[in-house]
Structure formats: C-alpha cells, structure tokens
C-alpha cells in the first residue's frame, strides 16, 4: 500500500513512517524537512493524490484541516482511507492551558470537518485518532507520557482493524 504522512519526519509522524516502511509499504513522507509545508495545501495534496492512505498527522494553523478538505474532496467516492490525527484534549471545554487555546480550536475544527465528510459520503474510509500525552520530544518520559514506537504500533493496529 502507498502511504502519505505529513510530518513524518518528527513524533508520532516518524515513528508510524517507520514502522510502515518496515512492514513492507511505500511511504510518501511529507514534512516541512523534505520541503513539503503543509500550509501549501495544493503542492501537498497533489503528493498525496495518487496514495492509498492518508495520514493527516501534521498541525499548522488551521492548514491540517485545510488539507484534509482538499484531499477528502479529492478522493470522494474512492476506496481510499484518510487518518485524521487530533488530540484528546478536544473532549474538554477548555484547554489545560492559556497558550493551547489555539490549538484546542484547531483541532476542534478538524474533527468537525471529519464528522461533517463522514455524514456527506461513506468513501473515502475516515479514521479519527485521538492520542493523549505521547513522548514526542525530548525529556518526555514514561509514566506521564506513552511511548511514540508503542503508540505508533497500536494506531497501526487499530487503523488495520478499521480497514480490514
């Protein structure tokens, strides 16, 4: 299977990029380090236009929804999947934080724009995950936060359960 991934170069992004490559799938890596800024959704999505699988994973602004728009109209009615990476802080009100409070809206918009595409066609496939504090930089550690490898495996689990 051919893969897109945004930020695939960092996080979540990278350690699923990884795990992908190593089961055998083709993966079209696309990050800003590869000179794909998800703020230039036409460029990106063009890159993503001939993939079987989508992982929307890179958040800038409101570009990641953006995107997803972009390729969700794209692949409408095709046998294709999209994996929207939110967060689970959109189950609260308010954000932990002062200076997520953007964060949280983005994201929430995100998942808007999910439910309102699940609600419009069945295909392409959608998938929404939601991962809480995962060790994406340095000195984040176990308890508080969970492994990136061992979550990239269990999204790579649960995204084959969705799909099979």
């Known amino acids: 299977m051919k893969i897109a991934i945004t930020g695939h ?3 979540i992004g990278q350690a699923l990029s990884v795990q992908y490559t190593a089961l055998g ?3 079209v890596g696309l990050s800003r380090r590869s000179g794909y800024n998800i703020r230039s959704v036409p460029k990106v999505a063009e890159m993503i ?3 079987d699988m989508f992982i929307n994973n890179a958040q800038v602004g409101f570009a990641q ?3 997803f728009w972009e390729v969700w109209t794209r692949w409408r009615g095709q046998a294709k999947t999209i994996v ?3 967060t689970k802080m959109t189950a609260s009100e308010l954000a932990p934080r002062e200076e997520w409070d953007q964060y949280l809206v983005q994201k929430k918009a995100l998942e808007l724009a ?4 699940i609600l419009r066609d069945e295909k392409p496939k959608l998938i929404l995950i939601n991962p809480g504090m995962i060790a ?4 984040q550690k176990e308890p ?3 492994n990136v490898d061992q979550y990239a495996a269990e999204v790579i689990e649960y995204i084959n359960g969705k799909i099979l």
């Open 65 to 67: 929804t953006e995107l």
């Open 49 to 51: 236009q001939s993939c």
């Open 25 to 27: 799938h083709e993966v």
């Open 136 to 139: 994406t930089q340095l000195g």
């Open 144 to 146: 508080e936060y969970e």
């Open 9 to 11: 170069s960092a996080g």
């Open 84 to 86: 929207n990476i939110s």
């Open 114 to 117: 999910h439910q309102q595409c």
